[in-house]
């Protein structure tokens, strides 16, 4: 199956909009515990730092999907340059230019 970027742009909105929900809810049930609910307070704590580290994991996962654009960038750019030079003399050499 082929992801396209317009899958990834639905991915990414569906993921902000189930985000904003998450974080809504979360803020109810703050809202909801009382002032002495240290075991409460706990979970939710818990709960969040959870959160983050899921929303950490998704953000390092992407990066590492475009990695090889880091990676393979700076070799295509000089092998353009040379291809397009050679092209170029080629080109004059043969009176077309």
């Known amino acids: 199956?082929?992801?396209?970027?317009a899958d990834i742009?639905?991915?990414k909105r569906d993921h902000e909009d189930k985000l904003k929900r998450r974080v809504v809810a979360l803020?109810?049930?703050?809202?909801s515990l009382a002032d002495d609910d240290k075991d409460g307070?706990?979970?939710l704590r818990d709960h969040v730092e959870i959160q983050l580290n899921i929303?950490?994991?998704?953000?390092?996962?992407r990066e590492a999907d475009h990695a090889h654009w880091v990676v393979y960038?700076?070799?295509?750019?000089?092998?353009a340059a040379i291809v397009i030079t050679v092209v170029s003399f080629w080109l004059k050499?043969?009176?077309?230019i």
């Open 55 to 61: 929303e950490e994991l998704r953000v390092k996962f």
């Open 41 to 43: 307070l706990e979970l």
């Open 27 to 31: 803020q109810r049930r703050l809202d």
């Open 1 to 5: 199956m082929k992801i396209t970027g």
């Open 93 to 96: 050499y043969k009176g077309w």
């Open 73 to 79: 960038g700076p070799l295509f750019l000089p092998g």
């Open 9 to 11: 742009n639905a991915d």
